[in-house]
């Protein structure tokens, strides 16, 4: 009997143990989530990118009715700020309500039982959500310059603006979304964020006291909106947008980003 019992555990130990799959690299795992967010956003984000777009082009014909056009700063500045607002209203504030959904409906718990890395979720979402921001914004800086009287040959900068601003505050609203303790709170964070770029972008720096200007400074969009206006000079200075603004808002796409995937939680 004692012989039997133990021929076998030995049977049993010879049994092969199952080995798990490698866990996926991040390249792969960051494009097959971007597909996936991109996929969706296709169907369900377009309308929104639309309200965007329209929203962002009313707020100029408002501004046409108190700011002058030829070319002066303060037309600059409202262009630029009305363009990159359909950014922040895409990439900030429904990423916001994306991630605090995500989080309330256990999304989080389903990505966490796949063989990815949490920076590929956050970093795919972000991309797929920043990537639907440039028609919009191209059209509503074209609608700008008509509206203004502004130069056309400089809106090649948003080929920089776009990604950079998309992405900081993709990263920025994809954080907004995971600290909420709640749903209602995160599209609570992502609208004040999105009214916060609306008015530290879009109203002109040099009528604001000098606590708004400090906080239009913490604002990762601030640069690109910087970046844009300055494009729209007679003399641009693309030493300041290259080395400055656009030197400012590259590392804040990193820390935006390392923000979200630090409370990311998976």
């Known amino acids: ?19 798990l799959a490698p866990k996926a690299r991040l390249l792969p795992a ?47 500045a409202v262009v630029a700020g009305s363009s990159v607002l359909v950014v922040a209203f895409v990439a900030l504030n429904l990423l916001a309500q994306y991630f605090g959904q995500l989080r309330a409906g ?33 059209v509503t800086a074209v609608f700008g310059c008509v509206l203004f009287g502004l130069p056309m040959g400089g809106l090649w900068i948003l080929a920089a603006v776009v990604p950079l601003a998309g992405a900081a505050l993709a990263g920025l609203g994809a ?35 000098d606590v708004i200007v400090w906080a239009r400074d913490l604002l990762p969009s601030t ?19 290259s080395s400055w603004d656009l030197g400012v808002l590259a590392p804040a796409v990193w820390g935006c980003l390392s923000l979200a995937l630090r409370h990311l939680g998976l």
């Open 175 to 209: 954080a907004l979304g995971l600290l909420a303790p709640r749903q209602e709170l995160a599209t609570l964070a992502g609208q004040l964020g999105m009214s916060a770029a609306l008015l530290l972008g879009v109203l002109p720096a040099e009528r604001m006291p």
């Open 106 to 138: 256990g999304g989080l718990d389903h990505y966490a039982t796949l063989p990815v890395p949490p920076a590929s979720v956050v970093l795919g979402a972000a991309a797929a959500y920043a990537s639907f921001t440039l028609p919009g914004t191209l």
């Open 223 to 241: 640069y690109g909106v910087e970046a844009f206006a300055e494009t729209f000079a007679p003399h641009p200075d693309w030493t300041a947008v």
């Open 30 to 76: 960051l494009a097959a989530v971007y597909r996936a967010q991109l996929s969706r956003a296709r169907v369900a984000r377009i309308p929104l990118l639309f309200v965007a777009t329209f929203q962002s082009v009313g707020i100029m014909i408002l501004m046409r009715g108190v700011v002058d056009g030829g070319g002066g700063s303060e037309a600059r």
């Open 1 to 19: 009997m004692t012989t039997a019992a133990t021929a076998a555990t030995a049977a049993t130990v010879a049994v092969p143990v199952g080995v």
